[in-house]
């Protein structure tokens, strides 16, 4: 282990921890010595590869699903894939698809919106203030248990029947994770990182910003990923039920009308949309916050 | 270290005192808007809601309707239990069941249960078999998605201890893995009934909007009655009360034998 | 008959007299006391060791000094004035780093300049010079754009040394910094902290440095004086002056007066470390 002998000038001292880890490449049959691609081993990669699975998995379920629909033959109750396939491009094609989307994705922004901008905030505050936290506590947990579901009858007298009552569901469903976690994270801040910004002479307001608010980051982003998957879920009730427009009243329109295809066509749109938004979330989390790895829902 | 708040009282006035002041000021504030109203107003009210709440216990209607929705929950999440622990140890213990199933569960998890209301009525018409069936796809997932992550986290020291002792693979399935995966279960449990219980009262709800009040009973479809028909807004409050009650019970007895059960849990 | 040369002592740097802390406990109101009658004057450039039984209050006591927490009764002054609060004069070094996670390496070094006191009146530029400066001292250079959570153990703590040290203050605070690193890493590092603290340079350029640490020998190794303590409740128990000459080499060790002041200090802790296990 090298040492600096004093009198030498100050050179970088290789630690043995901080030798640069190397990659050991694993040997590959499709990379043999002699630089030969085989097609067995292309093939093997690509069996093995995570798309590849998910491909089959849903080829097998499509499958299963004709012969079922085959098998059961009650094109109203369970239509063959084929069906809803021409179902989903003819709704795509008269632009219906990306429409109703656009309706209920704007209304879950909207929603996010409002819910982030009163509930992160005072998440920060009462977990700040315990007097404020005494106080307002009681009636977040007096509230959280009525679901927003049980809004909806209210909902509808107070809003009507519209787009307003989905707004206003999915921002009371979002709230209450959004509040949860932000408190929670301010809570578990490490105090040595406070105690460390102060021994530098930091302001409290400064503090706030560049400490507080970056420490909390990593669980404020797990609320909002539950407020987000909540809001979605809630969104479908609530225009199911109290809303002329928007994804879940589609679904509905179409089995009034008796439209298995278009039925299912909705469904899948709204699976497909769901687990879209979160791979982005899921990004987004990875990017803004990197450090916080292990936390989170299924990471 | 974390910034516990230490809830201590300050100054003289308990914390219960405190806990109280911000519901009593709003009750209080409620009530005296619902009564700057006309005698006539559909407006709910603090002092209606009270005497809303004893009618109908009195006669019966609220406790009948609160059964209801719960022997649905409880079918549905026995439903949802077999086919979810079931799936959950075989996908928990197998990484090639995993790797195949994953696709098709993780696409069919945003699809919220209520999506799938529209082809429950189609199958099962208005009633209680549509129903079920949300209650059961709402409550399936908490418990599949818990019970493979209990499985799988399992530790592989007691999985190789009992294979050095010659345990057959099913054996060990069965007298390892799964006791040793019973707090995910439990935890998965809990989780499950929360969602059961909102999904009937939507599914009532919806239910109940779709059949035109109908017969289905439970506390969902009280309260679609409640809003179409006899515009009773106090009953919608009690109802809502109800609903938010029967929510925190369960969470608080999936908690209590939680507790007991795992003594070691925090 | 030779002239004696009078040299009048120094001002100390850190003068602490009668310094005790009670604890109360929350809930219960259970007074602990921690530290009791702690007396200790610091002069400037020194570099004290304090070591002591676990629990004996060494991190208390760093806390006060900090500024960090109050003292129940007793002065802590330095350069004369009383300490009340945490400031960037005294700077902190924590056992795990308190690096902050979501900045990189540059950003840490650069904290205290940027958002605390000790940049104030200083160009970005000059800034940037600074950082630059520390970082290659303790032997970062080219890992600035890293995140902690990418840095080995040794990194994070050299990370929290150039801040440390980036920051410019009088006194060096060090609640056991080398105590999360393995055996081998340490010895390196103790090295190379002497190094960096500035051994090889007159006594009037270098920091006054205050040394927690549970290991009896680095004590020895780095410090000018030993202080030892003993617990329930904290106090200073003696105070040893490690007369070995700088700047010390790892062949310091095989020094037999090395292993007299090691004896000296464990024959002082042996029985409360015993005790501490019993």
């Known amino acids: ?299 | 270290m974390s910034m516990n708040v230490n809830v201590r009282a300050t100054g003289g006035i308990p914390n219960w005192a405190k806990a109280l002041t911000l519901p009593i000021i709003l009750l209080v504030i409620w009530q005296a808007w619902a009564m700057t109203l006309p005698e006539t107003s559909p407006a709910p009210a603090p002092l209606k809601v009270v005497q809303s709440f004893a009618e109908l216990t009195a006669s019966g209607e609220l406790i009948w309707a609160t059964i209801q929705s719960l022997g649905r929950v409880l079918a549905g999440f026995a439903i949802a239990m077999v086919a979810g622990l079931s799936l959950g140890v075989l996908m928990g213990s197998s990484r090639i069941v995993r790797e195949n199933l994953d696709p098709i569960v993780e696409s069919f998890r945003p699809i919220a249960p209520m999506a799938i209301l529209p082809i429950a009525i189609l199958w099962f018409g208005t009633g209680t078999p549509a129903a079920l069936t949300i209650v059961a796809y709402a409550a399936f997932f908490p418990l599949l998605i818990n019970t493979i992550h209990g499985v799988s986290r399992v530790d592989r020291q007691l999985i190789r201890a009992a294979q050095t002792m010659g345990l057959s693979r099913l054996r060990t399935v069965l007298v390892v893995i799964v006791p040793a995966a019973i707090p995910s279960v439990l935890l998965g449990s809990r989780l499950a009934m929360g969602v059961a219980w909102t999904a009937i009262i939507a599914a009532e709800l919806a239910v109940g909007a779709k059949s035109g009040g109908g017969t289905s009973g439970g506390v969902g479809q009280m309260m679609f009655v409640f809003y179409a028909y006899s515009i009773d807004l106090n009953g919608i409050v009690v109802c809502m009360i109800v609903v938010g009650v029967i929510a925190l019970l369960i969470d608080r007895l999936f908690r209590l034998v939680e507790h007991k059960l795992l003594p070691w849990r925090n | 008959m030779s002239v004696q040369m009078i040299h009048p002592k120094p001002a100390p740097k850190l003068r602490l007299k009668g310094v005790s802390k009670q604890f109360v406990a929350p809930r219960t109101g259970q007074r602990t006391l921690a530290v009791a009658d702690f007396d200790l004057d610091v002069q400037p450039g020194e570099f004290i060791c304090i070591v002591g039984p676990s629990g004996c209050g060494k991190s208390t006591m760093l806390n006060m000094i900090a500024g960090l927490e109050k003292s129940s009764s007793g002065t802590i002054e330095m350069d004369g004035k009383a300490i009340s609060t945490p400031g960037a004069d005294r700077g902190v070094m924590f056992q795990d780093y308190a690096l902050f996670p979501w900045k990189t390496v540059r950003d840490n070094v650069g904290f205290g300049l940027r958002h605390g006191t000790a940049g104030a009146g200083m160009s970005a530029a000059d800034q940037e010079d600074r950082i630059n400066h520390f970082v290659e001292m303790v032997g970062l250079k080219g890992a600035e754009n890293k995140f902690p959570h990418q840095l080995s153990g040794g990194m994070r703590q050299r990370v929290a040394l150039a801040r440390l040290l980036a920051n410019g203050p009088d006194v060096l605070l060090m609640d056991e910094p080398l105590g999360a690193l393995d055996a081998q890493t340490r010895l390196v590092l103790q090295v190379e902290l002497l190094r960096i603290w500035g051994e090889t340079s007159a006594k009037a350029d270098r920091k006054t440095v205050i040394f927690i640490t549970h290991g009896i020998d680095e004590a020895v190794f780095l410090a000018d004086r030993v202080v030892v303590m003993s617990s329930h409740p904290g106090r200073v128990s003696a105070v040893l002056d490690v007369d070995i000459p700088r700047p010390r080499t790892e062949e310091v060790r095989l020094d037999p007066r090395f292993a007299e002041l090691s004896e000296e200090i464990w024959s002082l802790i042996r029985d409360e470390a015993y005790r501490a296990i019993a």
């Open chain 1, 1 to 299: 282990m090298p040492a600096t002998l004093p009198g030498k000038s100050p050179a970088m001292t290789v630690m043995p921890e901080d030798a640069p880890a190397v990659e050991t490449a694993r040997p590959n049959a499709a990379t043999a010595p002699g630089r030969r691609i085989s097609i067995a081993g292309v093939a093997r990669g690509v069996w093995r590869a995570r798309w590849f699975i998910s491909l089959r998995a849903f080829a097998t379920f499509i499958c299963l699903w004709a012969l079922l629909a085959a098998w059961v033959s009650s094109p109203l109750q369970l239509p063959s894939p084929a069906k809803v396939f021409d179902a989903m491009v003819g709704l795509a094609a008269k632009g219906e698809l990306l429409s109703q989307t656009l309706i209920s994705a704007s209304r879950l922004g909207v929603a996010l919106m409002v819910a982030t901008v009163i509930a992160v905030p005072l998440g920060f505050a009462m977990a700040l203030n315990r007097e404020l936290n005494t106080y307002l506590d009681p009636i977040v947990e007096l509230l959280r248990p009525i679901s927003g579901i049980a809004w909806i009858p209210l909902g509808l007298f107070i809003f009507g029947v519209g787009g307003t009552l989905p707004v206003f569901i999915m921002a009371y469903v979002a709230f209450f994770p959004l509040l949860l976690n932000t408190i929670d994270g301010v809570r578990e801040i490490d105090r040595k990182l406070l105690a460390a910004s102060r021994t530098m002479g930091i302001t409290r307001r400064a503090q706030m910003v560049h400490v507080m608010v970056p420490a909390a980051l990593p669980s404020v982003m797990v609320g909002f990923r539950i407020a987000f998957a909540s809001a979605w879920a809630a969104i479908i009730a609530a225009e199911l039920i109290g809303s002329p427009s928007g994804l879940g009243f589609s679904i509905e329109w179409y089995r009034q009308l008796l439209m298995s295809p278009k039925v299912f066509s909705f469904i899948v749109l709204i699976g497909v949309v769901g687990y879209l938004s979160d791979v982005v979330l899921r990004t987004v989390q990875r990017k803004l916050t990197p450090w916080a790895d292990g936390m989170g829902i299924d990471q």
